[in-house]
């Protein structure tokens, strides 16, 4: 396995339909009914991460971690966590990036994300001041930069929100149209009940794109 600069563990739905859809909107080759907007203008940022949900945020290797352990470990973890099964998913507006995000099961996707991001905070090397900096800590809560601290991400454990990101953040005047758009277009083949089957390892190229790695089925 090549060596990329940052990994990042991640869920990323199987072949199907949701991930024909989601694909097709990211890479700006979707037919979107009611969108005003350019599709690759308004999908920059997500674009470059891939469709995903987060749940150990992008990481440098630690001293000593290559790739081949990255993968051992991810892997291993995969076979003891099970699956975690939500209602469906609903697209919401955060804060104006309009994100798709689970109904149900708050509690066992909190801990669900917890015991991934525990499992594999050896791996990771620690955030340098750089990399501190551009979380912006004078904007998080006294909570978010003692987890930046511990767990090098401010937004894990309580603080966690599973979502889905679709665009980048919207001018106010766009963002009801652009989210009833979407919701027709995603709406069909939303999954019900929607479920995190695998940890997705992705790694982050020179040029900054993520790319799935590999993907480990949820056996425990």
Known sequence: ????????????????????????????????????????????????????????APFRPGDGVDAGAIALHVGALA???????????????????????????????????????????????PLTEAEIARRHPESLTPRQRALLQVWGYPFVMEEFRFHLTLTNRLPEPDIAPTRAALAAYFTPVLPVPFEIEDLCLFGEDAGGRFHLLDRYALTG
């Open 1 to 56: 396995m090549e060596n990329y600069q940052r990994y990042a563990v991640y869920y990323a739905p199987r072949a199907g339909a949701f991930a024909d859809r989601s694909r097709g909107w990211l890479a700006g080759t979707a037919k979107v009914p009611g969108l005003d907007l350019g599709q690759r203008d308004i999908t920059s940022d997500p674009r470059r991460y891939g469709f995903h949900g987060t749940l150990r």
């Open 79 to 125: 076979t003891t966590l099970k699956p975690v099964r939500c209602d469906s998913l609903e697209l919401v507006d955060l804060e104006g990036f309009l994100a798709l995000v689970p109904t149900g099961a708050p509690a066992a996707l909190l801990e669900f994300a917890a015991r991934v991001v525990e499992a594999t905070d050896v791996l990771r090397a």
